[in-house]
Structure formats: C-alpha cells, structure tokens
C-alpha cells in the first residue's frame, strides 16, 4: 500500500465530505434535494453532466477495452459522444420545459395517470441498478488496486460514500462533487495522453505506425473485427450508446437543476465539448496502456481490463501519477454513484411513493425524509448486486443500462413531445415493451451464456449471438408505442397541443391565463 496513494485518497475523500457538508446547509425543501433549486448555470451544469457522463465505464472500461482490442474498443468513446447531438437535438429543451424533478413528471405533464408514471419509475430503477453495479464494480477494482483491500470491503466503502453525500447535500453536493472530478479526470488525462504523445516524439502519425507491431494483434489491432466479428452486433451496440443517452434517468435529471430551457441546451453545448475531448484522448490512454504496460499485466491486474489507465499511470509517471490517477477515478466513481442513487431515490420517493402511493399530498418535510430513505435503498440494492458481478466489464455493463434507456425510455419520450395521437395505452405498451425486451435478450445473450466455463455468469449456448439487444429491443419499444396507441380508442389530442405549446416555449395555459 503506497502512503502517497493513500494521502491523495483521503485528500479526495476529505474535499468531498467538505462539499456534502457546505451543500448540507443550502438543502432544506424537495427541490434543493432533487434539483439543487434550479440554480445552476450553463457552464456549472455542463461541466456536472460531464461529471456523471464520464464514468468509470469511460476512464477505466473504455482505455481497457481499447488496450485490448484497439480499434473496437473505441466504439464506445464513438457512441457515447454522438450520444450528446441526440440529446442536444431532440430531448434537453421540452424536457426541461415540460418536467419539474423526473423523467415521470416529463411525461405526465401529458398523461396524468398513475399507472404511466409507476411505469417510468420502474424503467427508471432497473436502468439505475445495471449502471450502478457498473460503477461499483469498478470501484471495487481500483481501490483493490490502489489499497490492497479485498473487493468486497471496497465495494462497500464506495457505498457508504456515496450514501453520505445524498443523504446530507442531495443535488448541491453531488453536481459539485461531479464539476470538481471533471475537472481533475481531464486534468488527468491530459497529462497521460502528453506523456504517451512524448514517448511517440509528439508524432501521432508515428504512434499509429508502431502500434502495429505493439501487440500481438499486428496491424489488426488498428482495424476494425479484433473484438466485434459480427457487423450487426457492433450496429446493435452503437444504436444502445447513440440513443440511450436521451434515456439515462441520472442525465435527464440534470436538465431540471437550471433556470429555462436555453440554459439547458447550453449545458449540452459545454457537456459536448468536453466529453468529446475526453474520448479523442481515450485513443492515448489505450494505446499507451497496450505499448507500456502490455496485455499480460492488463489482464493480470483485472481480466476485463479495467485497469489499463491507472498502471499506465504508473508506468509513465510513478507512484505519484498512478495515486493521483486513482484518487481521481475514484472520485469519478463516486460522483456518478451519487447521481445514480439521486435519481434513482427520486424515482422511488418522488414518483411512487409521493405521487402514487401518498398521491401528492405529502409535505415538503416528508418529501426530503422519503428521499432519503428512498436513497439507502437503492444504495443497499445496488451494493449486493455488485458484489457479485466483479469479473464483468463495466463498458459492457454500461452499455446494457444504455440499451434498456433507449429501448423503454426514448419511445416514450419522443412520443410524448412530438405524437399528437399518443395517449397513456401507449405510454405504458412503449415502456414495458421495451423495458421487458431488452431484459428478456440481454437474459438469453453471450454476455450472460457461454459454453466455456468462467467466460460468462452461465455455462450453455446462448439462443442469440448479439452481445447489445438494442438493434430489435429499440424497435419493438418504438413498435409497442405504437400499437398500444392504435389498439386504444382513448385520445386527448386537446392535451397535446398544450404540451406542444409548453414543451418548445416554455409557457403553459395557466401563464396565459394569469
């Protein structure tokens, strides 16, 4: 155990707790808890989107996977980042416009119906757990790593962290937890990607030229089909990270902590950018990590790849930059653990017990006391399920929670914005239909079967060869909107026009009226 790794470990510990405890004092009502009081600028709410959106699924599962599998492997920094235009596009102004603490509220501006709201709180939970699992996992193997604590006690320390910055600073803490990591994570990055850059003499023409020799794979390795033979398998999985974006609960939360709508779209603006630096600078760390470390060492520090940033780290900088390189991930994980549990929490207290069960009639005290306790359950779920996923690739874990957000999640809410005739039968067909879907086929998959034993959770033939469902489970929740709408005689197009009105202006009948 290195006494600077563990000095900059507490320092970020310690910074942290210092944010949840300032935040603590500015967290009094249901919004400062779920929204942070709508108070954040474009700039702030940018650089806290890239905080939750640049998880460990990009810093440790994406540099990985590229150091593996080069080329294919950087199919994720592609789907992730072109992600953003579908969000910029399509979904940040109506949503903000339209929704108050969830996505359930977005869509019930339109259709105010226990049963669809139930039903977007549900989709939004098992979207949350599957990128939370994802997240611990990771978790669990850096400070394995960076400590020498056995998985399990790390997975909980990371639990009980994220816990305490909900519990206490809510939205506040956790949007500043997540704009300081971004901060540091790309502070990080650049100095790795320089030092790769001057071991190459600053050449990236020369860097491309000596990776072909710098893997067993040879020239393979800077094409496409070392890890993805299947072309339809690599389609379905960019269609998983292109839409599924539009869908992640904890990244359509972060558009009600502002003003309006245009301070929304600017925080895409500012997200996009830096999220879109982040990934061309993935390229440096997994090729780095392939030319310096190498595949052996790679796979020997965790199969799955996971840390391929941090040992580059300390193959080109020592000590000192593989502890700060760690510290940061760490403080990656726990940003993006916080946000999850928010909005799942939000999903579980506001959505199902406040508006259904309670049917909102709950004070605001009792609002904030349910969001806490919806917190700790989440948080206790999520922690048991991770403790027994620690082989599994947390990009591939990502990437389904991606698949399950565009197949359940994107149907409805393009719909809902832009259908005239879309009523609450298809709000809850397109819901279930895709949630279920993508479920049933991730269940039948590679990923979870294998006929060689250790390589997924069972050993058998798989009944599908697509690793990400995603190219027939969007489709079918598209398709179940569809027909759950034409298959019901229930219309409310009057309703729609004043969604319409509100969903790309911002101005609802009550305004007018008053």
Not at 436 to 463: Q, R, T, Y
Request: charged share 10%; net charge neutral; with cysteine.
């Amino acid at each position: 155990m290195s006494v600077t790794a563990v000095v900059m470990f507490l320092a970020i510990v310690g910074l942290t707790l210092v944010i949840t405890w300032w935040a603590s004092k500015r967290t009094s009502t249901a919004s400062d808890f779920y929204t942070a009081g709508g108070g954040l600028k474009g700039w702030q709410n940018g650089l806290a989107i890239s905080g939750d959106y640049l998880s460990a699924a990009s810093f440790l599962g994406i540099a990985g996977s590229i150091a593996l599998t080069g080329f294919d492997g950087f199919f994720f920094s592609i789907g992730y980042l072109v992600a953003y235009l579908v969000v910029l596009y399509i979904v940040a102004e109506p949503l903000r416009n339209l929704g108050k603490f969830t996505l359930a509220d977005m869509i019930n501006a339109r259709f105010d119906a226990k049963k669809v709201r139930g039903t977007a709180a549900l989709s939004t939970i098992v979207i949350v757990l599957f990128y939370m699992i994802a997240q611990l996992v990771g978790a669990g193997a850096l400070i394995q790593l960076l400590l020498g604590i056995d998985y399990w006690i790390a997975v909980l320390l990371v639990g009980f962290m994220m816990t305490i910055y909900v519990l206490f600073g809510g939205m506040t803490a956790t949007s500043w937890v997540q704009i300081i990591k971004a901060c540091l994570l790309m502070l990080g990055t650049v100095i790795i990607s320089f030092l790769v850059l001057a071991k190459f003499n600053f050449n990236i023409l020369t860097m491309f030229s000596e990776m072909t020799t710098a893997t067993d794979a040879g020239e393979a390795y800077l094409n496409p089909g070392l890890k993805y033979t299947n072309g339809i398998d690599t389609i379905s999985m960019l269609i998983a990270l292109v839409l599924g974006t539009a869908g992640l609960p904890h990244i359509l939360m972060r558009f009600f902590t502002v003003k309006d709508a245009q301070t929304a779209r600017s925080s895409v603006i500012w997200a996009t950018w830096i999220v879109g630096l982040f990934y061309v600078l993935t390229i440096f760390l997994g090729f780095g990590a392939a030319a310096f470390v190498g595949k052996e060492t790679i796979v020997a520090a965790n199969p799955a790849g996971n840390m391929a940033a941090p040992l580059l780290a300390e193959a080109l900088g020592g000590d000192i930059l593989f502890s700060f390189v760690c510290a940061v991930a760490f403080a990656t994980i726990l940003a993006v653990v916080a946000g999850l549990v928010l909005s799942g929490a939000s999903a579980l207290s506001h959505d199902i017990y406040g508006e259904i069960i309670k049917k909102g009639k709950i004070s605001p005290k009792e609002q904030v006391v349910a969001a806490r306790v919806g917190s700790i359950i989440i948080a206790v779920v999520s922690i048991l399920l991770a403790l027994g996923a620690q082989t599994l690739n947390v990009a591939f874990l990502v990437s389904l929670a991606f698949c399950i957000a565009a197949s359940s999640n994107l149907p409805v809410i393009i719909y809902t914005i832009y259908w005239k005739r879309f009523n609450t039968a298809g709000a809850i067909t397109a819901m279930l239909t895709g949630l279920i879907s993508a479920l049933i086929l991730v269940a039948v998959s590679p990923n979870v079967w294998n006929p060689e034993a250790g390589k997924a959770i069972f050993v058998g033939d798989p009944l599908i060869m697509l690793t990400n469902p995603a190219i027939i489970s969007v489709p079918l929740g598209f398709i179940g909107g569809w027909l759950g709408t034409i298959l019901s005689k229930e219309t409310n197009e009057a309703k729609y026009r004043e969604v319409e009105v509100k969903a790309q202006t911002g101005i609802s009948v009550q305004d007018v009226s008053h």
